[in-house]
């Protein structure tokens, strides 16, 4: 058990985080606290090759990575230390069940819920543009590759992590009791700066927070599209600006700990959504020529590869702040990932087949069903989804402004309220480029090249050059990957880089930017009715 300071220590203020963790067994070892931690490809003080400790080298049990487990020693979010013993009130006990996360299946109804959301809407779309048959190999082989690259990047989290533990870092504020926890929230262009230095870290930083912003965008362009396909009172213009306020109000939410029954909702949503699509698509009838279509072109294929093949890291490292065990993550990442294929695909292909050609004018697939109740429970329940998406993606992203900002250690009162801006721009954009599937295209081959395979592949092969890093690695690379020196592991990285750059970060962006100079020149920025479909006459379920 971790003993507190002196009572003479100063509290420190409060603010609901990511992580709250009392001190480690490594530091109770007489470790003393780094006033800041150097990237271990420079040269600092302290870390030389004489020592493989002070290197940055040492052998630590992947166990002693795992935050203490022991309810008394973790304090609750944003209560006293003894806020959860025997006398805790009904209604604590219910706030805890309801909004603390920081277990690994927490982790997986955060995972499940950020990687799918809204795609589900424009998925058939984008598959009937790359045609069933390769939509499903990109989106199986894609989807594992962008599972492997995770898989590195929780490898350099463990080894930044014991790294920091080491020198006493780890951990920097303390609670009104004197105990050591952690305020800081590790995210993926810390990882990549850590490793890489200062300018590939910034390049990360502005690749993540534009990937988010895309994310964003869609989020509340879908929602403004779905409602409309249910209800034309208003155009999809005038329903953004209805939505937009409801779904920014809640980037105001601290942090993934707060949203584990927004998940559970979000997910049961998800389900129903994807099997009443499929139930529908099956009754409609199916032409099982259109399962052997090819590409529309060139550019179609590459656009909707953005989407289908989209990946991307950009919240999984603030995840693992806030799991207890962050070593369990590349189980939960991967049970999500297949929870995610199973209920992508199926709907999908059913919905393309019904409908082969209608599909391609639709960016969302609400706008091809016809007006019943399933429907309408579909949409609102959807709208859950796409705030809790929102949610999660925003909160990176709104954690970056704070640090720019000088907010992040600022109480709640002010952190909160300081988000107010960037949540405005996303709002705004979202009005003005309501092209739903070029702007996840977009977002997509402009970002996700980078942060899902060529700066984890990069970082990854930098820093584990040398036989001292590799014989201290945190993790056990499995066989084959750990032959002859990792070569086979540097030499898969090193091609996914030059695919990726190829693929994804020039092709792709080229088509990307062509289909959106294309949107603007036919509907203009503000379109007030983008892709707006005449009512159907289909009879509903």
């Known amino acids: 058990m971790a003993t507190p300071r002196s009572s003479s220590a100063e509290p420190a203020a409060f603010s609901v985080t990511v992580s709250d ?11 003393q606290r780094a006033n800041s931690t150097t990237p271990f490809n420079q040269a600092g003080p302290g870390l030389d090759k004489a020592s493989p400790e002070k290197a940055g080298t040492w052998h630590t049990d992947e166990h002693e990575l795992d935050d203490p487990k022991a309810k008394d020693n973790v304090a609750v979010v944003g209560q006293s230390h003894s806020g959860r013993g025997a006398g805790s009130s009904l209604a604590q006990v219910l706030k805890a069940f309801l909004t603390e996360g920081h277990t690994a299946w927490d982790s997986f109804l955060s995972n499940a819920s950020s990687s799918i959301g809204q795609v589900i809407l424009t998925y058939p779309y984008q598959m009937a543009l790359m045609g069933v048959i390769p939509a499903i190999i990109v989106a199986i082989g894609v989807g594992l590759l962008n599972y492997y690259t995770l898989w590195l990047l929780i490898v350099l989290y463990l080894e930044r992590k014991r790294f920091m533990i080491k020198r006493g870092s780890w ?10 926890r952690r305020s800081s929230v590790t995210q993926f262009h810390d990882i990549i700066g850590f490793f890489m230095g200062k300018w590939f870290g910034l390049l990360a930083e502005l690749l993540t927070g534009l990937y988010i912003l895309g994310v964003a965008i869609a989020q509340i362009v879908a929602s403004a599209g779905s409602q409309y396909s249910i209800d034309q009172h208003y155009n999809k213009l005038q329903w953004g600006l209805i939505l937009g306020v409801v779904i920014l109000a809640f980037g105001l939410l601290p942090s993934f700990r707060s949203v584990r029954l927004l998940n559970i909702i979000a997910l049961c949503g998800t389900n129903y959504s994807c099997l009443y699509f499929f139930i529908y698509a099956a009754k409609h009838g199916i032409q099982l020529g259109a399962f052997t279509r090819g590409p529309q072109s060139a550019q179609g294929f590459f656009l909707g590869a953005a989407v289908i093949g ?5 919240i999984q490292m603030e995840m693992m702040d806030a799991m207890r065990q962050s070593r369990k993550m590349t189980k939960v990442s991967f049970f999500s990932w297949c929870w995610n294929i199973v209920l992508l695909l199926p709907h999908s292909i059913a919905i393309v087949l019904a409908f082969p050609n209608l599909i391609l004018s639709q960016a969302n697939v609400y706008s091809i069903l016809p007006d019943s109740g399933w429907k309408h429970a579909s ?5 859950i989804h796409n705030i809790s998406a929102f949610t999660l993606h925003t909160n990176p992203l709104l954690y970056m402004w704070e640090r720019l900002i000088r907010t992040h250690h600022h109480p709640w009162y002010i952190r909160l309220p300081s988000r107010i801006p960037v949540l405005a721009v996303i709002w705004l954009l979202s009005l003005a480029l309501p092209f739903y599937g070029t702007v996840n295209s977009l977002f997509n081959v402009l970002t996700t090249g980078f942060t899902a395979f060529i700066l984890p592949c990069a970082a990854f092969n930098w820093h584990y050059r040398t036989k001292e890093r590799r014989d201290n690695c945190p993790v056990r690379i499995p066989w084959p990957l750990n032959k002859w020196n990792w070569k086979p592991l540097f030499c898969l990285n ?11 970060a020039v092709t792709g962006l080229v088509y990307a930017i062509q289909k959106l100079i294309s949107n603007i ?11 707006c479909p005449q009512k159907s006459v289909h009879v509903g379920l």
Do not use: R
Request: glycine residues 8%; aromatic residues 20%.
């Open 494 to 504: 090193f091609f996914l880089m030059a695919f990726f750059f190829s693929t994804s």
């Open 521 to 531: 020149h036919t509907f203009h920025v503000f379109a007030p009715c983008y892709q």
């Open 21 to 31: 963790i009392t001190t480690s067994p490594l530091e109770e070892q007489g470790m």
């Open 171 to 180: 951990y920097d504020t303390t609670d009104s009791n004197g105990y050591e």
């Open 379 to 383: 949409v609102w329940i959807m709208l």
């Open 310 to 314: 989209a990946g991307g890291h950009s």
